[in-house]
């Protein structure tokens, strides 16, 4: 699949540079600051990832919580969701955007239903947290069908021969979650132990774009920025939680915070 990922990916190792993934929630603190933050951290992001607000969430920690909470308390559904990706991907149309959730959402919309609003908006990628291999292969051809990239989940334990079968039925990029917790915890294992497994993953197909998540932060992305792609999600969130407390525009400081990350790495 010769996807608008996997070309970012490309540029990106011309540059020898990973690729920075942002994620933000779909409509935090609201539609309209969702869609501009969106438009404004794109400068700097390679890919963005947009999270569907969920109240039962299985490895967002606090800080994605509270933003899934601020979405769900002004009304966020999956419609406003595809919404914004539209109008996200209506100005920026090479810009590869995933959402990323959990499947009890595209199961009560319905599969195709899902799909094919994911395909009118402009969606290029989908993370289901709890839908694992091989119960995904079904979905995940569904999704092929319609050249969206369906992004298969790696984690420190998973064993090898899963591992290769994982790898072998994956698409464009895999995620590789660094450490065993939420997210938005703090990095508990070192970037040599990280890379240690990472290049394990590697090593099965060097083709395979791997990014890496969970625990990235101002203070730990450049110590690991010999991946593919890097994941900044919870730093972000709670970048939006302190502005609105004090009374700042999420959007402006927002921004800052990508900038910042994306100098650390080129």
Same mark, same amino acid.
């Given at each position: 699949? %010769?996807? !608008? ?24 603190? @609201? ?24 109240? @039962? ?12 909470? /601020? ?5 966020? @559904? ?20 995933? =959402? ?10 319905? +599969?195709?239903?899902?799909? $094919? ?17 091989? +119960? ?5 051809? !569904? ?5 969206? %990239?369906?992004?298969? =989940? ?5 064993? /090898?021969?899963?591992? /290769? ?17 939420? @997210? *938005? ?13 990472? $290049? ?11 990014? #890496? ?7 730990? #992305? ?6 593919? *792609? ?23 400081? =927002? ?7 994306? %100098?650390?790495?080129?």
């Amino acid at each position: 699949m %010769n996807s !608008k990922i996997s070309q970012t990916f490309e540029n990106c190792k011309k540059q020898k540079r990973p690729a920075l993934i942002t994620y933000t929630v779909a409509g935090d603190n @609201t539609v309209k600051n969702s869609l501009k933050i969106l438009n404004a951290i794109s400068k700097y992001a390679d890919i963005v990832e947009l999270g569907f607000p969920h109240n @039962t969430p299985i490895a967002d920690g606090g800080q994605i919580q509270g933003s899934s909470y /601020r979405a769900i308390r002004n009304g966020v @559904t999956l419609k406003d969701v595809f919404k914004i990706s539209k109008k996200f991907k209506k100005y920026n149309p090479g810009k590869p955007l995933i =959402l990323m959730g959990y499947y009890n959402l595209i199961y009560q919309y319905s +599969e195709n239903q899902f799909l $094919n609003s994911c395909k009118a908006s402009g969606v290029d990628g989908l993370i289901i947290v709890d839908l694992p291999f091989p +119960e995904n292969l079904k979905f995940a051809k !569904k999704c092929k069908k319609k050249s969206i %990239n369906f992004i298969q =989940l790696l984690s420190p334990t998973t064993p /090898r021969n899963r591992m /290769r079968k994982i790898i072998h039925n994956s698409h464009d990029m895999l995620y590789y979650i660094s450490m065993l917790s939420t @997210t *938005g915890g703090k990095l508990k294992v070192t970037p040599k132990e990280i890379f240690k497994n990472y $290049n394990i993953i590697k090593k099965v197909n060097r083709k395979k774009n791997i990014v #890496i998540g969970f625990g990235i932060t101002n203070q730990t #992305i450049s110590a690991l920025k010999k991946a593919d *792609g890097l994941v900044v999600g919870s730093q972000l969130c709670q970048s939006i939680t302190n502005s609105l407390k004090k009374g700042q525009n999420p959007v402006t400081k =927002l921004n800052k915070v990508v900038y910042n990350l994306k %100098n650390q790495i080129v």
